[in-house]
């Protein structure tokens, strides 16, 4: 990896695969910039750890990606963003560096859903751990505390994400099982949040059940643009990001098997180095 102080990419990560739905959206609103991607398949998945195995894996992987240059890390994985962001802001990088900045994807996507609901009744899909961690809750609150908020955990879906198994008919069962169940909380919601950023593949079956009046947000066209304007607001920042359209991709597991999944994620082939923590 190029450790030249010139090369200050934005790091992404992801406990494995689903951030890179987020970095391809990024990539597409960012075409400029350098940007460093870290899965850290070898310890995935991270939905059913505890609070402080998640805290501690998330800093481990943010510190290697500053070790490589970025000073903006990306956390492009909810159940990291929800379990593990809020300590990293406010205690470890006033520790390390005050000038770093490290972000989630819980909050873009907050501090818009208010935007798309008319009924005010809106439901989330998430792994187990995000849904524990009630970290939509209190975002969304903040923002749009008006807003009914109804949260779904679907912990078969991210393996048969990775499995590929998208039009196998027991993804349907288990795709409207979780529909089925979160409209028994309430008919009226007619905005949902994809609170996993490996759900966009399964878009396609989802919408295949969900009703027609209601919207999908997933989150990387989002989170890109949060960043973009981000940058926009804090030119301090986006002067330091190198800008040589350079991407490089990090695995803590093997790369043949992360190259072969990660292009269904990322849909194009992929490259990645490894690297151990």
Not at 15 to 44: I, M, Q, W
Not at 228 to 253: C, G, P, V
Request: proline share 4%; hydrophobic share 35%.
């Amino acid at each position: 990896m190029n450790q030249n102080k010139t090369y200050a990419p934005i790091g992404v990560f992801d406990s494995g695969f689903g951030g890179l739905t987020v970095l391809k959206e990024l990539v597409k609103t960012l075409p400029d910039c350098d940007f460093l991607y870290l899965g850290d398949n070898a310890r995935a998945p991270y939905g059913s750890r505890s609070f402080e195995t998640v805290y501690e894996y998330t800093l481990e992987c943010v510190n290697a990606l500053f070790d490589q240059g970025c000073e903006l890390v990306i956390l492009a994985c909810n159940t990291a963003s929800a379990k593990a962001l809020r300590t990293i802001q406010q205690i470890d990088l006033p520790k390390k560096d005050p000038h770093k900045r490290v972000l989630g994807v819980i909050r873009p996507t907050s501090e818009i859903v208010g935007h798309y609901s008319k009924s005010k009744h809106i439901g989330i899909f998430a792994t187990n751990g995000t849904v524990l961690s009630e970290s939509y809750l209190i975002e969304i609150e903040k923002f749009f505390p008006e807003l009914n908020v109804y949260q779904e955990a679907c912990p078969m879906w991210v393996p048969l994400i990775e499995n590929n198994e998208l039009d196998n008919i027991g993804t349907d069962y288990f795709v409207k099982k979780h529909i089925d169940h979160l409209f028994s909380n309430s008919k009226q919601i007619d905005t949902i949040i994809l609170g996993c950023t490996h759900y966009p593949l399964l878009a396609p079956v989802i919408l295949k059940f969900l009703p027609k009046e209601v919207t999908l947000l997933t989150q990387g066209e989002i989170v890109a643009n949060s960043l973009k304007d981000y940058l926009a607001r804090h030119e301090e920042m986006n002067k330091l990001i190198s800008k040589n359209k350079q991407l490089h991709f990090l695995t803590t597991d093997d790369t043949s098997q992360f190259d072969e999944k990660a292009s269904i994620f990322f849909g194009s082939s992929i490259h990645s180095s490894h690297i151990s923590l």
